[in-house]
């Protein structure tokens, strides 16, 4: 990592020029020097001005010795939050445009910067825009290459559709299993290896049982419905099918499910998927299930620290259709430590032959914590270059388009390989409805467990609030007091949303 120093005049929006220093230079670190710019140092002059009726952003940007500007226009106007956004995105397309010229190329998703491109043109459409038209401001005012903006064009209907469908007294629960047979290289999730943390396992399910007691309590109370629950880690095939079978049987006997259209458990890796869970799982209404590959190449399963083969993939897949269960999602990840082009478009054409309904292709994303930026536990590995991790998506792309599947929802992450993106993409009918509401923000996601996010939303104002369980599993044990207070804050929130 290497420093750039950073100026300000007129301003002072460290984000914005934060959000886009990490899109262009992710190598660059942010630095806030006082005085002048250094001679020879690399750094960006980026200047604020009111000129008449409009805004007016210049970046002055200096890397490597050569130096390119940028500027960008706004229209002026008194209403604080509308001009902090005019500002912010000014800024943002001048530093841009200076970036870009330095580099000689533009980003696949140009100057978006955020996670969540799919809002912007949702946005536009709920707003009266043609699809076209919502297409046209992200290639044109936002620099996003024709290949992204089609992809987010497909996702924002899909969004449109979930919108079209989501009563306001509903909501999605997420239930967090924060247990793993082993850790994976590139993970940074809050997971707990079973191995070590065996004993937490009983005294984690009793208390998560009491917490859906309470959450039960509290939307019956406030007259709020479930349409979606995922039960998501870690790894929830964990549990043992007993474990599984008393948190499956609770949440059965006290929410109202009457309205729940979509049960999601997120089994994930083979070696922990048995036919006897899959039976308890099923028994229980679960209509949606995942087997996570990540590749079928055994030898980069290896390099991520996986205790298991491209065989064992295979025998949970068969297991889980011989259980019936009538939705099926893979996961596989562009960009693994010794993966190759052709070893991913492999992978990716036997899950395809496999016949899943939902296919999610992840871009690795480098998560500060996880193996893959260095630990001390093992040698940093090499990992595929931009070059290759965008034909992959590409051939992914083209393949899942030839046989019928979709995209329906996406997001990016920091320090992901190439500034690429996550997709999911579908067989149409079988779009995942909570990682729609999830990705997009479209309604409250209420979360328990260890390492849960409630998400309360405002479908109205946009306005989010964020609540967070306790993440690691002995935490969560001694946070009892703390899950009541989460479940009484989500109280109050639901019953402003009735008045």
Not at 325 to 352: H, Q, R, Y
Not at 425 to 446: A, F
Request: charged share 25%; hydrophobic share 40%.
């Amino acid at each position: 990592m290497t420093a750039m120093d950073l100026y300000f005049y007129g301003h002072d929006y460290k984000y914005a020029a934060e959000q886009m220093l990490l899109t262009l230079f992710p190598e660059e670190r942010p630095v806030y020097p006082e005085g002048e710019p250094r001679p020879g140092s690399d750094h960006l002059v980026l200047t604020l001005r009111e000129e008449g009726n409009l805004l007016t952003a210049r970046a002055r940007l200096t890397v490597g010795g050569k130096t390119a500007e940028g500027e960008d226009r706004g229209p002026l106007t008194d209403a604080g939050l509308e001009r902090d956004r005019v500002a912010q995105r000014i800024l943002k397309l001048a530093f841009y445009r200076a970036g870009t010229a330095l580099l000689g190329k533009e980003p696949p998703w140009g100057a978006l910067t955020g996670v969540r491109p799919v809002k912007l043109p949702t946005r536009d459409m709920r707003a009266g825009a043609s699809r076209e038209e919502a297409k046209h401001r992200l290639m044109t005012e936002y620099r996003v290459s024709p290949g992204r903006a089609e992809l987010a064009m497909d996702c924002a209907d899909a969004s449109l559709s979930a919108i079209d469908s989501l009563q306001p007294d509903e909501l999605s629960l997420y239930i967090g299993i924060p247990f793993c047979p082993t850790r994976c290289a590139y993970c940074s999730f809050v997971s707990a290896d079973v191995i070590r943390t065996l004993k937490l396992l009983p005294p984690f399910v009793e208390l998560l049982l009491e917490e859906v007691d309470m959450a039960a309590a509290m939307l019956k109370a406030q007259g709020f419905f479930i349409r979606t629950i995922y039960i998501g880690g870690g790894t929830p095939t964990t549990l043992s099918a007993p474990q599984m079978d008393a948190l499956l049987s609770r949440v059965r006997e006290k929410f109202d499910l009457s309205r729940c259209t979509e049960f999601t458990v997120e089994a994930g890796r083979p070696d922990t998927i048995t036919a006897e869970k899959l039976a308890v799982i099923r028994r229980y209404g679960v209509d949606r299930v995942s087997v996570n590959p990540q590749t079928m190449e055994d030898h980069v399963l290896s390099a991520m620290g996986r205790a298991h083969t491209a065989d064992d993939i295979r025998r949970a897949f068969a297991l889980v259709r011989e259980a019936g269960f009538p939705c099926v999602n893979m996961d596989l990840i562009a960009g693994l430590p010794k993966d190759t082009v052709e070893g991913f478009c492999a992978s990716l054409d036997e899950v395809i032959a496999l016949g899943p309904e939902n296919i999610t292709v992840h871009t690795l994303a480098l998560k500060k914590g996880s193996r893959l930026l260095g630990d001390g536990s093992a040698p940093v590995p090499v990992l595929p270059s931009a070059e290759d991790v965008d034909a992959m998506l590409s051939y992914a792309w083209n393949a899942l388009r030839s046989v019928g599947q979709r995209p329906y929802y996406l997001y990016r992450q920091k320090y992901m390989s190439g500034s690429f993106e996550n997709v999911g993409w579908s067989v149409p009918g079988w779009e995942n409805l909570y990682n729609i509401c999830m990705m997009e923000e479209l309604h409250t996601i209420l979360s328990l467990g260890g390492g849960g996010i409630t998400k309360l939303i405002d479908p109205a104002t946009g306005h989010i609030e964020r609540l967070s369980n306790p993440k690691y599993p002995h935490e969560y044990l001694q946070s009892r007091e703390k899950l009541r207070s989460i479940k009484e804050k989500t109280a109050a929130f639901l019953a402003q949303r009735k008045e």
